[in-house]
């Protein structure tokens, strides 16, 4: 689909790059977008959690609320990321006393790419606690 040119000027074009420096690809992002409408997008073509990722620009790590265009190369419409797939915060929600925090935290760890589900198996396993069998907290 073609846009007008007008419509392309409002975009940012953000290459998304892997840490080990792999370009994953260039994704179009309205100028009042935010990282955490990014994370959304990078989410829904890449299959990972916004739980799981990190956005770098050079070693700074970026907050959800910052504004993409503050990314951009000497004012212009371009910006390079580095996207880090991070299972921390959501092995530390699995630990979470909150039923919900626990669920959530599952929920999008089963959403990772199928490259990604022995890892993920493992991390969540590493946080199930034994539960008695019924019959002894019968007794």
Do not use: F
Request: net charge negative.
């Amino acid at each position: 689909m073609n846009m007008p040119a007008s419509a392309m000027l409002d975009l940012l074009q953000i290459s998304v790059y892997s840490m080990g420096g792999d370009y994953k690809g260039l994704l179009q992002m309205p100028q009042e977008a935010t990282v955490s409408s990014l994370k959304k997008v990078i989410a829904d073509k890449w299959q990972i959690p916004i739980l799981c990722q990190k956005l770098l620009v050079d070693s700074l790590i970026l907050d959800d609320n910052d504004k993409l265009v503050k990314c951009c190369i000497d004012g212009s419409a371009n910006a390079a990321v580095n996207l880090v797939v991070s299972l921390d915060e959501a092995c530390k929600s699995l630990d979470s006393p909150v039923w919900e925090t626990c669920h959530s935290a599952a929920l999008a760890l089963s959403q990772m790419d199928q490259q990604n589900k022995t890892c993920i198996v493992a991390a969540i396993a590493s946080h199930l606690k034994p539960v008695k069998p019924a019959r002894a907290m019968l007794q």
